[in-house]
């Protein structure tokens, strides 16, 4: 059983996929990228990453019902709520765990996550609140971590990027992480790309942030790398030939339209 972390990359390749299948004109093309979307899904147990296929499945799953999709604030407000329930609920969980459990609680802990995972919370969370607004500075985390830092073999990092920020970097390292997310979500508000598009990018990232919140997903340079070249392919402007043609006709708000360019050459502003 691989590790959380390694969940989030067949998350990215299916919003990828995804992404492709919607802004291409050429419907073989589209037909193959969104076979290949679908067997990027089950390709996740393949690789041993239960949590892999099940993230894979819920992009894809957005991505589907983001073809009928006329706007996108209250989809990607649903992003960003999902994003921050989970890392409430795993900031909550550390917070109990620091008490007293019942055995049937801790027990449920266990069989949910490795066994060094939440001890390593309470740690990012003891350091935290040692030091709220600067943290104990980057990296630092696994050294000063206690206990649980033996505890692991792997590397001593608390497994949640939250917590980390908070025990590393303070108050001020988790404001610049949510400001983060919650710009690459305006960007696929605005952005001039069809709307599928946008939403699919934007449910890919929400499950890199969900699975961020549990494991050391972004400790992974293929993961960071991989979300940014998403993130910024789903924002940026299209590509227009310098007369003034262009490969679709539809607009940005489209449901279906690849490309989201007017036949002006000029790019309309997306739905809201």
């Keep these: 059983m691989r590790s959380l972390g390694d969940a989030a990359g ?41 949590a892999g296929c099940v993230a894979g499945a819920a ?57 060094y995972r939440v001890p390593r919370w309470q740690d990012a969370l003891r350091l935290a609140g040692r030091n709220s607004v600067l943290g104990v500075g980057p990296g630092r985390s696994g050294e000063l971590g206690g206990a649980a830092a033996g505890s692991s073999p792997v590397d001593g990092g608390p497994h949640s990027a939250p917590l980390q920020q908070a025990a ?61 070249l998403l993130a910024g392919w789903a924002t940026a402007r299209p590509w227009t030939s310098g007369t003034g043609d262009a490969s679709g006709t539809g607009d940005a708000s489209g449901t279906g339209d690849a490309s989201g360019i007017g036949g002006t050459g000029g790019v309309t502003a997306p739905a809201r």
């Excluded at 329930?85 to 019942?102: D, N």
């Excluded at 069809?194 to 050391?216: C, E, H, K, M």
């Design 10 to 50: 067949p998350a990215l390749a299916t919003g990828a996929a995804c992404c492709a299948a919607w802004a291409t004109t050429v419907p073989a093309l589209r037909i193959g990228l969104a076979t290949l979307a679908c067997a990027t899904v089950p390709a996740g147990v393949a690789l041993g990453s239960a």
């Design 59 to 115: 992009v894809l799953l957005c991505s589907l019902a983001a073809g009928s999709a006329r706007g996108r604030g209250v989809w990607l407000a649903g992003s960003a709520t999902a994003a921050v329930l989970v890392a409430a609920g795993i900031w909550a969980l550390a917070a109990l765990a620091a008490e007293a459990l019942p055995d049937g609680l801790a027990g449920a802990l266990d069989d949910r996550f490795a066994a």
């Design 168 to 228: 590393e970097q303070g108050l001020i390292g988790v404001f610049l992480l949510v400001a983060v997310f919650c710009w690459v979500l305006y960007a696929l508000w605005r952005t001039p790309r069809p709307t599928p598009v946008a939403l699919t990018a934007g449910a890919a990232l929400t499950a890199l942030a969900a699975l961020a919140s549990v494991s050391d997903a972004l400790s992974c340079t293929p993961v960071t790398a991989g979300a940014g």
